[in-house]
Each structure stands twice: as C-alpha cells, then as structure tokens.
C-alpha cells in the first residue's frame, strides 16, 4: 500500500470509530436525561453514517452516578480591609517621609520601617512597590538619594 493510501485507510477507521462513540454517547446522554426526568425518552434519531463500519460487540453500560447532595451555599470569603496604616490616613508617601526624616535609609529598611508602622502593602513585593514609588515622578519630587539612602528632599512638599 501507498503511503496515501494508508493515511486514507486510518481517516476512515478513525471516523467510523468516532461515529460509533458518537451513537454511544448519544445513548448514554439519553439515558441519563430519561433517569432525570424520571420519564422514557424517545430515542433520538441516529445521526447518518458515512462509511460502514464492521460491527462492534455493545460494551456494558455504567449505571447512573447518584446525584450529589447540595452542598449548603458558602459564605462569601471575608477579605480583610486593605488598611494603608494603622493611622489610616498615612499614605506611602506620608509614611515614608516619617520613616527618612530621623535619618536616611535604604530601601529595605524604608519596607521594614512601613511594616512595622503597620502599613499594608496591596501588592505581593513590598521592596518593588516603594522602588517604584522612589524611582517614579512622584518620588523624585519629595526625596532623593544620596550613596543608596533615601531622605527628604529639602523644602518638598509633604
């Protein structure tokens, strides 16, 4: 046999195979339908063949899954308030300020410092959201940086 005519040969068993799980398919969803109901189905009529298959010996059926009990509905999930800081009107940057006003400091201890002045951070690096707020426009407003530390920039406005 040719090359092509093998390739032709499986697209045919592939399709009457695919046919037959097709008709079972169709049955078992019958089946399952009429069980729901609790009424006989008539039987759906039975999509057209293409090619004849050779016949299959008809495999056991399953019976039906027990319908599962409903579970009672769940509470909504309780999220807790994104709080900023424990004063709750200290943003990033009144927080930082704070924190760089004693002396200045690198980026690691600026995070240690908001954390434990209670602030919450809303993303998962605490490390990259003040780097970025640092490095971004409105950071260079407000402080600079001097041999890695961060401290007030005189005469910001806070």
């Known amino acids: 046999m040719t090359k092509s005519n093998d390739s032709l040969r499986q697209f045919v ?15 078992r969803l019958q089946q399952v339908e009429s069980a729901l109901s609790g009424t006989p189905a008539a039987p759906r009529p ?8 050779p016949a299959r ?5 399953r ?3 027990a319908p599962k009990k409903a579970s009672p509905a769940k509470p909504a999930k309780k999220t807790a308030p994104v709080v900023k800081s424990s004063h709750k009107s200290l943003g990033m940057r ?6 760089v006003a004693k002396s200045p400091l690198r980026i690691g201890d600026i995070v240690n410092g908001m954390q434990r002045s209670g602030y919450v ?3 998962s690096n605490p490390t990259n959201s003040v780097g970025a707020y ?4 409105e950071g260079k407003k407000c402080f600079v940086r001097n041999d890695g530390k961060f401290s007030l920039k005189p005469g910001a406005k806070l």
């Open 13 to 27: 068993e592939l399709r009457a195979s695919l046919d037959r799980e097709r008709t079972e398919l169709q049955q």
């Open 46 to 53: 039975a999509a057209a063949k293409v090619a004849a298959a």
């Open 57 to 61: 010996a008809p495999q056991a059926v």
């Open 63 to 65: 019976p039906a899954a």
């Open 94 to 99: 009144e927080t930082i300020a704070k924190l």
């Open 121 to 123: 951070f809303k993303s």
């Open 134 to 137: 640092l490095y971004g426009a």
